[in-house]
């Protein structure tokens, strides 16, 4: 099974500044993704991190505000960009061993003031 | 879509049994399953790819229904261990079938 390793676990920013966080697999993954949770909420796809090109966008997220590189088939990052009080949230990679297993990174706890 | 999960929360003393569902308005490809206790990440527990599949955990199995569109979640004997929410991830058939769309999740709490 694949360990992923997410960071920071958690920070607080302010408005108008930008995060990268950053998620690192211990071996090749098919397909990486990060989603957003809000505290007692559902799982929302963000985009998928395709490697070597452009994220695949979801409804509602885009590239400008959440930039995201795969530069290979173990590491990627996602940027917040000016960012706002209802940035807050966590944020999460996942990442798939083919069509067998998935897991998640532990998580970004955002607090933006 | 997102899939619909039922019930919305069940709780239970140990050695209890319990169903989670996921049922779906469009078809599906492929159900995921996964379990997140608070302040925790999601911890997978399952794929379900064909219909009809069935899968074992331990003493966690689910099911898979392709014509009926829905999977459900089967937690026997129930450990307190097993406390948090469960969520469904559902796959659909066409396009970007890897795609999940995770349902509001379903809060099981175990008793001793």
């Known amino acids: 099974s694949a360990v992923i390793s997410q960071k920071p676990s958690r920070d607080i920013c302010q408005r108008g500044t930008s995060l990268t966080i950053q998620c690192q697999v211990d071996?090749?993954?098919?397909?990486m993704f990060w989603y957003r949770q809000q505290p007692g909420q559902s799982l929302t796809l963000i985009a998928t991190?395709?490697?070597?090109?452009?994220?695949?966008?979801e409804s509602g997220f885009v590239i400008d505000k959440f930039p995201i590189s795969r530069p290979n088939l173990t590491f990627s990052t996602l940027t917040v960009s000016n960012m706002s009080p209802e940035d807050s949230s966590i944020y999460l990679c996942?990442?798939?061993?083919?069509?067998?297993?998935?897991?998640f990174g532990q998580g970004t706890r955002l607090t933006v003031v | 879509q997102q899939p619909v999960q039922s019930p919305q929360a069940v709780i239970l003393r140990e050695g209890e049994d319990a169903v989670i569902n996921c049922s779906s308005s469009k078809a599906l490809y492929s159900v995921h399953w996964y379990r997140q206790k608070h302040g925790e990440a999601p911890v997978f527990l399952m794929i379900?790819?064909?219909?009809?599949e069935q899968k074992g955990h331990e003493k966690i199995s689910a099911s898979f229904n392709e014509k009926k569109q829905q999977s459900s979640l089967y937690l026997t004997a129930s450990q307190l261990s097993y406390s948090g929410t469960y969520f469904c991830g559902t796959g659909y058939s066409g396009g970007s079938n890897y795609k999940l769309t995770f349902g509001k999740g379903t809060l099981l709490t175990v008793n001793p």
């Open positions: 071996s090749q993954v098919t397909m």
């Open positions: 991190a395709n490697q070597g090109s452009e994220a695949t966008y």
């Open positions: 996942s990442a798939w061993t083919g069509w067998t297993e998935a897991f």
């Open positions: 379900l790819l064909k219909g009809g």
